[in-house]
């Protein structure tokens, strides 16, 4: 449906609703191989691991936040 997205993670998840809008989660641990869309930047929460071997990519004129 409209409000149904594919998270970063794999998962499914529905956009909105009155009783959830106010939180973002993200996982705590990156387990497979990301880029970060160019032209774009990313933004994680919290402590996050990144597994060994696994490569985060940010591209040039990008920036990844973690808070």
């Known amino acids: 449906t409209a409000s ?3 998270r970063g993670d794999g998962t ?3 956009a909105g609703g ?3 809008d106010l939180f973002w989660e ?6 497979s191989n990301y880029s ?5 930047n990313a ?3 919290g402590d996050i ?3 060994t071997g696994i490569t985060v990519t940010v591209p040039t ?3 990844w936040y973690i808070l």
Not at 36 to 40: F, L
């Open 61 to 63: 004129g990008t920036v």
């Open 26 to 31: 993200n996982a705590q641990t990156i387990s």
């Open 4 to 6: 149904t997205f594919l």
């Open 49 to 51: 691991t990144v597994n």
């Open 12 to 14: 499914w998840a529905v």
């Open 36 to 40: 970060i869309t160019a032209s774009k």
């Open 18 to 20: 009155a009783t959830n």
């Open 43 to 45: 933004m994680t929460v």
